[in-house]
């Protein structure tokens, strides 16, 4: 059968249950075709098909007819609409046609093939229909207020008309469904037909003795599902749409969903076993600490899992003794699965996009499809551990198509999403294949955090590009964050807008530090003894320390050149410094670093080749992760930390150097990237643009040459930012803003950022 329906008052309308039954009811029967026929132009449409709660459309009449494409592709449906076109004499011939006709508005929306005013019945005269007339065109009015100028003998039924033959339908098998005599034309081509609940007298009227037009009492989707009941469509078994198993309610009131476990897992003699994670640094630790009062949740994440493996273990614990009440959910991906959707697509499509290096990006339809299917995996794992009403607690960007299919799953829970990767502006992310797809699923979110307010405001200008959007909140950015004092500030941001009725919030929450977790470092014996190897190590030589992955956004190859700049027009400098960097590696079947590697290698060789001298070595260079413990212990004798990223989200490891340097109460100085997000956040470090090598080659030596009272100034006001802001901060922060918005509070999603904006 094929539903042909009304959007406004009608398709999109009636209560969020009914909605939901007839969305599903149609997900759950392919044999049921669905066109949207709309006075919408084409361009209103597109918003729609980016909502993931909303059924895909077979094919889209829209302009009140004047328009008929594919639903899929969104390309015209000829020869309908090649007929439809030779019929209308062109938009300025009419616009000029009515120019002197009074009272005439012009709706200010997307369309073609007509043209829309808003006016009262008296502006309908008899001058204004020979006028149209003349052009062989026709007039349509509609609820007291919507004029249309159409090419003649083009409407909604019409139009539906030629498809249905065209697609060899026979009536009998279609439904129209509408509210105003705007639809009447659907109703006038021997279909049957529902006027919905709360449909506009005239058009109930004119319908009334129509014996294959039902009435229906409930609006919107009600009305519909009425119908469907009414003429026996699907049989009585048919008006109820298949519940998975994963849509009954589990017992967590908090879930968190993320791409990693909280522990390793490794194979070893057939049998897999787990260790703490080896991480230097980043998310899980984090979010681990979340759980450290003893806090109960659930945590869905993936383990790989082959059929030769033999059973599989769905629920793990975690931490008996860390972590009593936290259960690992595991989602069993096969590895071909992980290098798909991990290692090759994120890190290939997306990783390179977000940090705006998008003419490095690779897009790959197959690997989309893997990446929906794993995306799909964990939505449903997550929707069986949720409890009623539960908070979902979701992840990143490698998860963004969660919420769409966890709305669809579980309608009743609260989706809040952390995105822990830079989100940039709109002429970037745009190029992404599938963005409409990734908005829309994130805005089923009922509440976004990013790190700093840039971000958040660049998602904003992205989700406008995609759907209309209503601005409904604002607040301004100091004094908790930098406005107009680096590369990424930003003076206000958006809290909050308003979508299809429904209110997404947003807010700025920087992770914080886990400080226990370097305090329990710097008491270790094992660490005091390698400080003291340090000391004697470096035996007057000060310390310039770098750490950061192998990837081309963490500006390694920028920095290394900087360096020998540096040397070169510093030889004061010889003998009297020393760069050590730590360069974790990538996971091998990562291909696109290969060359990367390759490329600092040799940089380290040529810097060492040129200056190093018997008993002075200007680079030291170690390729590997070293324990966060023993970090630490570098950490506290670095004279100066150098992370120069070319853009990252936020950078922990800048925060764990100043909670080193503050608990040792040291006198480091911190250069930072000004495109790092931790540049709008921390007060002291000295701002570096790594795109400027002259900037980067000053402002490393202003770090080595600062006086030293200077510098423990510095230090004090940037830990006294990361003390106070730690990890406790930014979950209580965090949750506080997802509570706020499941009580329909007015709280200010990020505590510190100052007063609303009207």
Known sequence: MLLATDLDGTFLAGDNEQRHKLYQLIAAHPEIKLAFVTGR?????????????????????CDVGCTVVDGHTQQAIQPLQGDIDKRWPGEHVVEQAVAHIPNLQRQDVPQERRFSFFCGADAVTSELEEVVRDLDCELLYSAGLYLDILPRGVNKGS???GLVELLGIGDENVLVAGDTLNDLSMYEHGFIGVCVGESEAGLLKETENRARVYHAEHPGCGGILQAFEHFGFLGTAG??????????PGKSDLVIVYHRLPYEEFRENGVTTRRKPTSPNGIIPTLMSFFADGR??????????????????????????????????????????VDIFYKKFSKEAFWPTLHTFWERATFREDHWQVFLDVNRRFAEAAAAEAAEGATVWIHDYNLWMVPAYLRELRPDVVIAFFHHTYFPSADVFNVIPWRRDIIGSLLQCDYIGFHIPRQSENFVDVARGVTPLEVTTKMNCAPRFFTYGCAVGLDEMTTEIKVNDRLIRLGAHPVGLDLKRVES???????????????LELHGTRMILSVGRLDYTKGILEQLEAYERLLDEYPDLHDKVTLMMVCVPAASEMAIYRDLQTQIEQAVGRINGRFAKVGWTPLQFFFRSLPFAELVAYYSMADVMWITPLRDGLNLVAKEYIATQGMTDGSGVLVL?????????????????????????????????L??????SRMREAYDV??????????????????????????SPSSDLASKVA
């Open 41 to 61: 132009g084409l361009e209103s449409v597109l918003p729609l098909l980016s909502d993931p709660t909303i059924p895909e459309p077979d094919y889209i009449i």
């Open 521 to 535: 470092a710097l008491k270790d014996e094992r660490i005091q003894r390698r400080m003291d190897e340090l000391r």
């Open 673 to 705: 990237s000004e495109f790092a997000g931790a540049a709008a956040e921390l007060r002291g470090p000295i701002l570096a643009n790594p795109h400027d090598r002259n900037e980067m080659v000053r402002t490393c030596y202003l770090a080595l040459t």
């Open 239 to 248: 008006m109820e749409a298949e519940q998975r198993d994963v849509a009954v």
């Open 707 to 712: 006086e030293r009272e200077e510098a423990r």
């Open 722 to 747: 990361v003390q106070h802001y730690d990890i406790k901060v930014w979950s209580d922060e965090f949750m506080n803003a997802v509570d706020a918005c499941r009580s329909g509070d007015s709280a």
């Open 159 to 161: 139009t539906l008309r």
């Open 296 to 337: 109960a949740g659930s945590w869905v994440a993936w383990s790989i899992h082959e059929p030769e493996d033999g059973k599989f273990e769905t629920h793990t614990e975690v931490d008996t003794a860390q972590y009593p009440n936290l259960v690992a959910s595991r989602v069993a991906l096969s590895k071909s699965d």
